[in-house]
């Protein structure tokens, strides 16, 4: 999805009205002091106990892969047990979503007698185009070995058919051949991947001036065709990359065309890009407009007024693959961590940050990927840029500073998002807070480069224990060494946090000091 850059991913022209993205209780400009050294800012943080709650799901944090990372069977397999440990380490509930850009060009061998379907490469100079430029083929095993992966990991899928070169009843044979293997895990079908995109000159999925009617009339083509065959058939849409236009219009006409076999309402969202343009910075991903969060607010609330939930099914810090030396560092992780819990707050009911290995992500968006322009020698060759898991098969798998705020976002698991007053000049930091029964967690993002806060909280309630999580890195750049509650995930992929540090309670006010480029996780009781 495109944000605030000029150039867009998949579109000639600026598509910036759909940014779902931070609802700001408290915005603030980045600041760099003239002498560039650390200074210290005061400010009051107040719990809105009163407001409006905005649950969060149990399975609201998740990951995205492209489809055709199902080539190879061994991926996604309970035999891969790093993999299987990492996911369980995040979330023991969680949601994976596949699709991307190769679902588009993705096929699934029912069996023997099935062909692949005919793949049209539009006549466009091969590097203008960001589309898949060849077919991915899907093993059978393949959906075994995922059934086995979600069984392992606890996990639920949606997942995403290709609307680009298909067909309804070939569509409709591939999800009955995935409903009988995945059974109760399988959360809803996505048919099509950031459709309002197709007519774009760099993508011509469909023709020139194919726009949301003729993608209506096709999807619901498809879904019908999908449901004959598999009745009890749940679906999500319109999967959008950018245009709320679309989702304001996908609501109120997918809901008639399906009824309650339509379940989710979903769109796509990167904080910045393409990767190889020089503004796509570190101090300018840890800003944030605070529109993006009214844009999530409005899409949730409209769901939720149709009997719909919305989801961001897609997205990350930089589009097109990830910048090197952000999108790989502990800045990806403060952003990180502030988006999802603005998306919760904001009411959103789900997130899927998007990752992979590095050959798919590329095959992708037709065999580019800017990032490998701008990477240094060094830079980590396994996995997208941006993903939140790197490695291969092969080579094994880790943790990236991302994957810790997804670890630190998904502690608002079922809870009830409260909003909060931040007052603090100056400097750039964002706070979240939510109720569980009788238990208060307190999110605060110091994402300003040179300045610490020293917050002053004043809780809703009488309190007497406390612990502090904190999430740091070596650097704001830094690559590895990131740790949540003064822990990192081992070898032999465990992870336990350190539950010593307490925060300073009295008078119904708590005391907190969060560093610059740091942040900090409260639990109050």
């Not at 603030?28 to 002091?33: C, G, H, Q, W």
Request: net charge neutral.
């Amino acid at each position: 999805m495109k944000n605030y850059m000029i150039t867009s991913r998949k579109s000639v022209k600026i598509i910036s009205d759909f940014c779902l993205g931070i609802l700001f209780f408290s915005t603030f400009s980045a600041f760099r002091n003239s002498s560039g050294e650390s200074a210290s800012v005061s400010g009051n943080l107040k719990i809105l106990s009163q407001s409006p709650s905005k649950h969060v799901p149990y399975n609201f944090i998740g990951f995205s892969y492209e489809l055709a990372q199902l080539k190879d069977p061994k991926f996604f397999s309970a035999s891969n047990t790093e993999l299987v440990k990492l996911f369980k380490i995040l979330s023991p509930k969680g949601v994976l979503r596949l699709g991307g850009n190769s679902s588009e060009s993705c096929w699934l061998k029912v069996d023997p007698t099935t062909t692949a379907p005919q793949l049209t490469i539009p006549d466009i100079d091969a590097s203008e185009h960001w589309m898949p430029r060849e077919l991915f083929m899907i093993p059978p095993e393949s959906i075994d070995s995922l059934a086995g992966f979600l069984e392992a990991t606890g996990w639920q899928l949606i997942y995403g058919l290709n609307f680009g070169h298909s067909s309804p009843e070939r569509l409709a044979k591939e999800a009955q051949f995935i409903a009988e293997r995945i059974h109760d895990n399988l959360l809803y079908f996505q048919v099509g991947n950031e459709p309002d995109f197709y007519s774009a000159s760099n993508n011509r999925t469909r023709p020139s001036g194919w726009g949301f009617k003729d993608y209506l009339k096709e999807w619901t083509e498809c879904t019908e065709a999908i449901s004959s065959l598999v009745p009890n058939a749940k679906f999500g849409g319109p999967d959008v990359g950018a245009s709320s236009d679309w989702i304001a219009q996908f609501i109120p006409a997918a809901s008639k065309n399906l009824g309650n076999r339509l379940v989710a309402v979903t769109g796509h969202y990167y904080a910045s890009g393409p990767p190889d343009d020089p503004r796509v910075t570190t101090e300018n991903l840890l800003i944030t407009n605070p529109e993006t969060g009214k844009k999530a607010k409005e899409i949730s609330e409209l769901a939720k007024r149709n009997n719909l939930y919305y989801r961001m099914t897609e997205g990350n810090s930089c589009y097109r693959g990830g910048k090197p030396g952000m999108s790989n560092t502990f800045a990806s992780a403060l952003w990180g961590g502030d988006y999802m819990l603005s998306l919760a707050a904001a009411g959103c009911g789900g997130v899927n940050l998007h990752g992979g290995s590095r050959d798919m992500l590329r095959a992708a968006l037709g065999n580019h990927l800017p990032g490998e322009l701008v990477a240094t020698e060094n830079s980590d060759t396994k996995g997208g840029y941006y993903t939140p898991i790197a490695g291969e098969v092969e080579y094994g798998f880790k943790a990236r500073p991302l994957f810790y705020s997804m670890l630190l976002s998904n502690q608002f698991a079922d809870t009830e998002m409260k909003d909060v007053s931040l007052t603090a000049e100056n400097i750039n930091v964002t706070a979240y807070a939510a109720k569980m029964k009788n238990e208060w967690r307190i999110a605060v993002f110091n994402k300003d480069l040179n300045k610490d806060l020293n917050l002053t909280i004043e809780l809703p309630a009488p309190c007497k224990i406390s612990m502090v999580w904190r999430l740091i890195g070596p650097s704001i750049d830094a690559t590895q060494n990131v740790s949540l509650a003064n822990s990192v995930i081992e070898s032999d992929f465990s992870w336990v946090p350190n539950t010593k540090e307490k925060c300073n309670i009295k008078n119904n006010q708590c005391h907190l000091t969060v560093p610059k480029s740091s942040a900090a996780l409260l639990f109050l009781k």
